[in-house]
């Protein structure tokens, strides 16, 4: 077993790319049109480093508390905020100056969280207090709390950003939150220990880490529309920009899984490393963090194979991009 090895939700890492950026990801179909980074947390190394995805190198590191789980990205990529169950605080990073310029204490267990479409409100789910807590962005303050299911993990707004879809983990649940009225909507049955969750279109897509399928939802009528199968527990989730295809990280077998939108198994999977759990897509390139390798795996989704790995601080568990829900 890896040193450090967590009990309790930072055991648990989530696997997303960039809570509500994970939703709409440039993927195979397209090539890589921006100099955007992604970014990644390191929950044993308490650093989030800063990848060029251009020239395939670290270009910035920055210390935060001890054992950051998750991050959230602005769209221009000034803030990020990082989460720390342990300690019951959220960093505030500025990132062109490369230093945590703020820390909120929370009220509860900050697990994974996303901005708002105005990025005035960050929304957190509470591992241990079974709530998703809406926080005032620029100062921490609470302005409200829905209860959900047991344990809420990964969350992700639609890419309407009107709906926040939450994996209950110990539900096997996704609560469902109109945004801006602030109010659940329902709560939808999926599998064992739903985890990571991404948007696409009018599509949202479950990881089932312990009965090891993917669930597809239909963010309007907020039905399961089907659950597959995939290799040993899936941990995170990125798609293909024309949303055909569904790429998520198994853990336990060491590689990044290809799965049809139609919910249709493929004989694609990439071996990639020692426990992936977060993945982002940038182009034809997924990033997968592989936390007991120390490295991010670059995969050419194209050719189903890894062209290089980025050493990064010690146990990268998240890969992040930007979000991609800004609104005025």
Known sequence: ?????????????????????????????GALATAEPVYIVSQDGNTVSVLDTVNGSVVSRIEVADKPVFIAVSADGKRGYVTHPDSA???VLN?????????????????????????RSLFVSDWKGNAVVRLNAEDGRETGRIAVGKAPAGLTLDSACKRLFVAD???????????????LLRDI????????????????????????????LAADSLQEVWRTGMQAMPYGIAISDDGEQIWATAQQ?????????DGSATPVSVKVGRYPEGVAIMGDR???????????????????????????????????????????
């Open 189 to 216: 049955e999926v599998g064992a220990s739903p985890f990571a969750v991404a948007a696409h279109g009018s599509q949202i897509y479950v990881a089932n880490v312990k009965d090891n399928t993917l669930s597809r």
């Open 253 to 261: 077998k060491g590689v990044l899984q290809r799965i049809n939108a």
């Open 95 to 119: 990132l062109p100056e490369e230093r945590v310029e703020n820390t909120y204490d929370f009220p509860g267990e900050p697990f994974s969280l996303a901005l708002s479409a105005d990025e």
């Open 286 to 328: 997924g990033y997968v963090a592989n936390w007991f390798d120390d490295a991010i795996a670059v995969v050419d989704l194209n050719q189903a194979k890894v062209t290089e790995k980025i050493e990064v601080a010690a146990g990268p568990r998240i890969v992040a991009r930007r979000s991609s829900c800004k609104k005025e």
């Open 89 to 91: 605080r959220i960093s």
């Open 169 to 183: 983990r110990a539900s096997a649940t996704v609560s469902v939150i109109d945004a801006d009225a602030w109010t």
């Open 1 to 29: 077993m890896r040193k450090g090895y967590l009990s309790g939700p930072a055991r648990f890492v989530i696997s997303l790319c960039a809570g509500l950026a994970v939703c709409w990801l440039p993927g195979p179909s």
